[in-house]
């Protein structure tokens, strides 16, 4: 076939058989001559000029008759697209540009391109559960074409042309195609391809792996997919209008799958299809499109919530809402760090909007010792708190603890996250944060040091000493070894500065705080309160 304006080469864009049929390793679909024709001369379902579609319908006339069908002019009222479809596919879409060119095709010429169809007679003996889902009036199953018979339908044309096979539903064929067809489509829909691939268990009974294997795409992609399905409903119509991406969609309904069990599911937690497995997984979506969490920092949080508001209820502690509103004359000044310091019957607790643990208030104002802070601004040295030189003033006994224990866990989960490596765009992004906020890395020696002593408990170092480190990544070839070192030592570099005290927290500590919390960590209270004293500009 060739293409009006051609030079006679054929020219075909990336269509059904060159961008599915031809994928190595596909075992599921075995595609018919007729249809390598029909996806060559259809270009996003809008048909070619006239001159060529010509020649491309006679050739598709051809390779149909040499299979033993024909092309038949069939009433649209007669045709019902196929249940397992994409529902969209067969829907007038009137924001589309699109849609809109291909109904003013079909308008001025009728619908050129055939319809592939089955008998109803056919498909139901072929998937005799979904008869109960075809129209009284449905003579004929759409295969491919729902778009074309969608827009017939629309513009009041009344015959479309179609191939009658139904020797394409041997095996599940019916099935292969579709998937394969909308696989191509450049207005793909994630949710209705991962609809799709869960027919392939429901239906055929097929594991993910044999999935991929049947339709040529690996087992990755196919199980991404079909995690998509444990989202909640308004979660998932976020990714079909790619206001939330794929990635993030995945990794939330990796850690809190939602819905009923489904059948390749290997283990289903008992709370999976409850309102509260539905609730906490939105509140986890509100976390990283509203805040900017990570999927997993904001599942640790909500987590943490739920426990801190079941400790507080057994403990019969009031949690308010909102300290600065219960408490609008200085809520920092009713903060304690333990809730022993305040009497049973002037104890409240809210949650912190940071860490999710519970934050101790008392409803009145607790009496310090000399120099003693609230916790919400222990070690932190806010302004006015400094000596006529400028010099951070002592800090408390209590804030000295509450600093210990919490650089002591603090260097406990670095340690476990420097061990376990980092990608090169998270590393990159690293990197520029320690930029951005002067935390010196690579010529630090006490950074080096703890780096080291970090790669010689986790990684069994062969190196004896820093030098003769540094020394053998120097002259190394190997760029994941060298990357580890420079995700450990600038770790290492964060965390120092972190635990100097002559150091006041500013964004660095924020953004080694995010990362620490994106690994799991969980902040302490002392180092809560720290982060919510850093300015919004820093």
């Avoid at 864009?13 to 599915?20: A, D, H, L, T, V």
């Avoid at 045709?79 to 994409?86: F, V």
């Avoid at 309904?253 to 059948?263: E, F, N, Q």
């Amino acid at each position: 076939m060739t293409t009006p304006g051609s030079t006679g080469k054929r020219l075909q864009k990336p269509g059904f058989q060159s961008r599915i049929l031809g994928r190595p390793g596909g075992t599921g679909l075995k595609p018919k001559a007729y249809e390598a024709e029909i996806s060559g001369a259809q270009h996003d379902e809008i048909p070619p000029q006239t001159g060529g579609l010509v020649k491309a319908l006679a050739s598709i006339a051809d390779r149909a008759a040499a299979e033993g069908v024909s092309i038949a002019q069939l009433p649209v009222s007669r045709l019902a697209p196929h249940p397992h479809n994409d529902p969209e596919r067969s829907a007038p879409q009137p924001e589309s540009t699109q849609w809109k060119v291909l109904l003013k095709s079909v308008r001025e010429q009728g619908v050129q391109i055939p319809c592939l169809v089955v008998t109803r007679a056919a498909f139901v003996e072929a998937h005799p559960n979904l008869a109960s889902t075809l129209a009284p009036e449905c003579e004929y199953v759409i295969i491919y074409g729902h778009r074309r018979c969608a827009a017939a339908a629309a513009a009041s044309v009344e015959l479309v042309p179609a191939i009658v096979d139904d020797s394409i539903l041997v095996g599940a064929g019916d099935l292969d195609r579709m998937t394969m067809e909308n696989w191509g489509r450049e207005d793909l829909n994630p949710i209705a391809l991962a609809h799709q691939f869960a027919t392939y268990s429901t239906e055929l009974g097929l594991g993910q792996r044999s999935i991929g294997e049947r339709l040529g795409v690996d087992q990755a992609t196919v199980s991404r997919h079909m995690r998509l399905l444990f989202l909640v409903p308004e979660a998932q119509e976020a990714v079909r209008t790619k206001k939330l991406t794929m990635n993030v969609a995945v990794e939330v309904a990796t850690d809190l799958p939602w819905g009923p069990a489904r059948s390749w599911q290997k283990s289903v937690a008992p709370e999976q299809d409850t309102d509260e497995r539905a609730e906490t997984q939105r509140k986890v979506l509100a976390l990283v499109t509203e805040h900017g969490m990570t999927p997993t920092r904001a599942v640790s949080r909500i987590v943490a919530e739920r426990e801190a508001r079941a400790t507080a209820a057994a403990a019969g502690i009031e949690v308010i809402a909102d300290p600065a509103e219960r408490f609008d004359s200085d809520p920092e000044a009713h903060r304690i760090a333990d809730p022993a310091e305040a009497d049973t019957d002037a104890l409240l607790a809210a949650i912190d909007p940071d860490t999710g643990n519970l934050a101790y208030y008392s409803t009145a104002v607790p009496e310090r010792a000399t120099g003693e802070t609230s916790e919400a601004t222990d070690g932190r040295t806010p302004a006015g708190n400094n000596d006529p030189k400028g010099n951070p003033q002592r800090s408390s006994g209590n804030d000295v603890k509450l600093r210990a224990e919490a650089q002591r866990l603090r260097r406990v989960a670095v340690a476990k996250v420097a061990s376990r490596g980092v990608g090169r765009d998270k590393l990159g992004a690293w990197l520029i944060d320690q930029f951005r906020f002067r935390i010196r890395a690579t010529d630090n020696s006490r950074a080096w040091k703890l780096a080291f002593d970090w790669a010689t408990a986790n990684d069994g170092l062969d190196a004896a000493t820093v030098e003769a480190w540094q020394s053998e990544l120097e002259q190394g070839v190997d760029l994941k070894a060298r990357n580890r070192a420079v995700w450990a030592v600038s770790l290492a570099a964060a965390e120092l500065r972190a635990s100097d005290k002559a150091h006041v927290w500013d964004g660095g500590e924020r953004a080694y705080l995010t990362l620490l919390a994106d690994e799991g960590y969980t902040p302490t209270e002392w180092e809560a309160a720290q982060l919510r004293g850093i300015g919004s500009g820093e």
